[in-house]
């Protein structure tokens, strides 16, 4: 059980515009930056956005972030096939006195 | 570019003590300014960070394994390693090394994995 929460899934069209919410707490979000990973099937994760909304060189800019309060969410528009994987947010937990990560969500590309 | 790769010496029978090496190239376990980490995904389950290492010898681990993990550095080998002691089923997974960008709490920021190894499969049988 992740003290972070994530939608299970996100679906869309190819083209349109999807955001991906991780909620958490004011131990963890709501105190420090929220990263971002993709991960495809069979493949490591892979970083899309650290520090709340810096993207890594190499991220397009179809990929965008922002974090308010005890919440983040991560926006993909232009959707396409190839983003079809799974989604996870992380941060720092000072009550856990961890690194978490949210439970994931599968975008599908209709 | 950094690479990393995990290894180890296969399946793990419980009760034992399973130890996972990373290997880095492209960069240097002693650079001082990466954290150096082992994270850990349950089979269709989500990720679970495990602990990191720093090129000073400073571990940090998850307080629910801290009982039962070593993270170390070998720098005559640019690799770093994960000892886990008292191997249950709930120990199998794909366990990962990576690379954590600066961090600080007292700054608010979190640790960020820019670079990851494909992953090592640990499975515990007896």
């Known amino acids: 059980q992740s003290v972070l929460t994530q939608p299970p899934s996100v679906s869309a069209a190819p083209g349109q515009k999807i955001s991906i919410s991780c909620s958490g707490g004011?131990?963890?979000?709501?105190?420090?930056?929220v990263s971002w990973y993709r991960q495809f099937p069979e493949t490591a994760p892979k970083l899309l956005i650290h520090?709340?909304?810096q993207r890594p060189s190499g991220i397009p800019d179809r990929f965008s972030a922002s974090q308010s309060g005890s919440s983040a969410s991560l926006d993909i528009s232009g959707l396409q096939s190839g983003d079809e994987a799974d989604y996870y947010c992380?941060?720092?937990?000072?009550?856990?006195?961890?690194?978490?990560f949210g439970p994931g969500t599968k975008v599908t590309v209709l | 570019q950094t690479q990393l790769h995990e290894s180890g010496p296969g399946p793990v029978k419980p009760s034992q003590t399973l130890a996972l090496t990373c290997r880095v190239s492209?960069?240097?376990?002693?650079?001082?300014?990466?954290?150096w980490s082992w994270i850990r995904q349950h089979p269709a389950k989500g990720l679970e960070w495990i602990g990191y290492?720093?090129?000073?010898?400073?571990?940090v681990y998850n307080p629910s394994l801290q009982s039962r993990v070593t993270i170390s550095t070998d720098t005559s080998k640019n690799q770093f390693s994960l000892r886990m002691t008292s191997v249950t089923a709930a120990d199998m997974g794909i366990y990962y090394c990576?690379?954590?960008?600066?961090?600080?709490?007292?700054?608010?920021?979190?640790?960020?994995?820019?670079?990851w190894g494909p992953g090592t499969l640990v499975t515990v049988s007896s």
């Open positions: 990576a690379r954590s960008l600066p961090y600080g709490a007292r700054v608010g920021r979190a640790p960020a994995y820019d670079s």
């Open positions: 492209g960069d240097f376990v002693t650079n001082g300014i990466y954290y």
């Open positions: 290492v720093f090129f000073s010898g400073i571990t």
């Open positions: 004011t131990s963890n979000i709501g105190t420090y930056s």
């Open positions: 520090d709340n909304d």
């Open positions: 992380a941060t720092w937990d000072s009550s856990l006195s961890a690194s978490v």
